[in-house]
């Protein structure tokens, strides 16, 4: 299946694909950044395809100069029992990544924890606030730069 994936992928938008990995069958598809929500449409209408349900989206912060970010989409056809992963590489400076709600709705949870902990924004999104910090709050937690024992002040806590 892994094979077809690829072949479809690559005849679809050949421009956009950055790289290709597999790992014990998994496979990993690497994508330009202005071509994810194409390609996530793509594999959710195409019949032979079929990726109907988008499992997870995952930021990592690779901690480097320049696409400091990915994001990874976590796929599954139903039809097919098959699992792609979509990977894109986010710059620290223009951390921007357009929003996957649109191809599938559930993304809306997943866009907005990865936005509330790594910062990474989603455009397009239809309601992109913070789920586990408040609003104000102006760091991100998950980011490696972030300190382990937290920013003394940062949050109002409860006294004892």
């Known amino acids: 299946?892994?094979?077809?994936?690829?072949?479809?992928?690559?005849?679809?938008?050949?421009?956009?694909?950055?790289s290709t990995s597999e790992f014990r069958g998994d496979l990993t598809v690497t994508v330009a950044k202005d071509a994810i929500l194409r390609?996530?449409?793509?594999?959710?209408?195409?019949?032979?395809?079929?990726?109907?349900?988008?499992?997870?989206?995952?930021?990592?912060?690779?901690?480097?100069?320049?696409?400091?970010?990915?994001?990874?989409y976590n796929l599954y056809s139903l039809t097919n029992k098959a699992y792609v992963r979509l990977k894109v590489a986010v710059e620290e400076a223009d951390p921007f990544v357009p929003s996957m709600v649109s191809v599938w709705p559930g993304a809306n949870w997943h866009e907005r924890e990865t936005y509330d902990m790594f910062g990474i924004k989603f455009t397009g999104h239809p309601d992109l606030r913070r789920?586990?910090?408040?609003?104000?709050?102006?760091?991100?937690p998950l980011r490696k730069d972030f300190p382990t024992m937290g920013i003394p002040d940062s949050l109002p806590l409860p006294r004892r």
Do not use: H
């Open 1 to 18: 299946m892994n094979q077809i994936i690829l072949d479809k992928l690559k005849a679809f938008a050949p421009e956009s694909i950055r």
């Open 39 to 72: 390609i996530g449409e793509f594999l959710k209408s195409d019949p032979a395809l079929a990726f109907d349900q988008l499992i997870d989206v995952v930021g990592i912060d690779m901690y480097r100069s320049e696409e400091r970010f990915e994001v990874l």
């Open 131 to 140: 789920l586990f910090m408040p609003e104000e709050f102006e760091y991100f």
